[in-house]
């Protein structure tokens, strides 16, 4: 039985409240160190990214069954939910790949602290810093994309049936008689 049309916002709104958590979760730009407490956000918030793709991935697949089995219960909501939720992957998708480079970067600094200092190691850790930097405002910008997107197609409105309406009578003008 087809989800109705209110429950198909809120699982668009959940969806993108999820997104939403998992990008609050990331530290903002002052609060990045190379320090093992950003190492265990990092892997957290991959792996909800990662269950929530796979939310994505499956859901839209399920739909995409019911719909080629059911054509008759695809409604216009239920289709635009679907693509909603497939429109949400790649974004999501894309975070999760800024992730993975964050990562890249965050065990480059790592690595950098245990080096000898010098010249050459300090313009490597501020190049793997910003690009650590980077990766998670990336991924940040993405997953809000991907809210916004879905809030967005929860909030559109499938248009009602257009219906005529009968023209109202024009007003005529009866001529007035003089007595």
Same mark, same amino acid.
């Given at each position: 039985?087809?989800?109705?049309?209110?429950?198909?916002?809120?699982?668009?709104?959940?969806?993108?409240?999820?997104?939403?958590?998992?990008?609050?979760?990331?530290?903002?730009?002052?609060?990045?160190?190379?320090?093992?407490?950003?190492?265990?956000?990092?892997?957290?918030?991959?792996?909800?990214?990662?269950?929530?793709?796979?939310?994505?991935?499956?859901?839209?697949?399920?739909?995409?069954?019911?719909?080629?089995?059911?054509?008759?219960?695809?409604?216009?909501?239920?289709?635009?939910?679907?693509?909603?939720?497939? %429109?949400?992957?790649?974004?999501?998708?894309?975070?999760?790949?800024?992730?993975?480079?964050?990562?890249?970067?965050?065990?480059?600094?790592?690595?950098?602290?245990?080096?000898?200092?010098?010249?050459?190691?300090?313009?490597?850790?501020?190049?793997?810093?910003?690009?650590?930097?980077?990766?998670?405002?990336? =991924?940040?910008?993405?997953?809000?994309?991907?809210?916004?997107?879905?809030?967005?197609?929860?909030?559109?409105?499938?248009?009602?049936?257009?219906?005529?309406?009968?023209?109202?009578?024009?007003?005529?003008?009866?001529? =007035?008689? %003089?007595?």
């Amino acid at each position: 039985m087809p989800l109705s049309d209110p429950d198909q916002r809120m699982l668009l709104h959940d969806v993108a409240d999820r997104l939403n958590t998992v990008a609050d979760q990331l530290p903002l730009p002052d609060q990045i160190r190379p320090d093992p407490a950003l190492s265990e956000i990092l892997d957290d918030e991959v792996r909800h990214l990662a269950r929530l793709l796979g939310f994505l991935a499956g859901e839209s697949a399920f739909r995409h069954r019911a719909a080629a089995r059911y054509p008759a219960r695809t409604t216009a909501t239920v289709r635009r939910t679907t693509l909603a939720l497939a %429109s949400a992957a790649e974004p999501t998708g894309l975070a999760l790949a800024a992730l993975g480079a964050a990562i890249h970067h965050l065990g480059q600094l790592a690595d950098l602290t245990r080096q000898a200092p010098g010249p050459a190691r300090d313009q490597a850790v501020t190049a793997a810093h910003q690009g650590l930097v980077d990766r998670l405002g990336d =991924s940040r910008i993405h997953l809000a994309r991907a809210a916004k997107h879905l809030r967005a197609a929860a909030d559109t409105r499938t248009a009602p049936a257009a219906t005529t309406v009968p023209s109202a009578p024009s007003a005529t003008t009866t001529p =007035s008689r %003089s007595r």
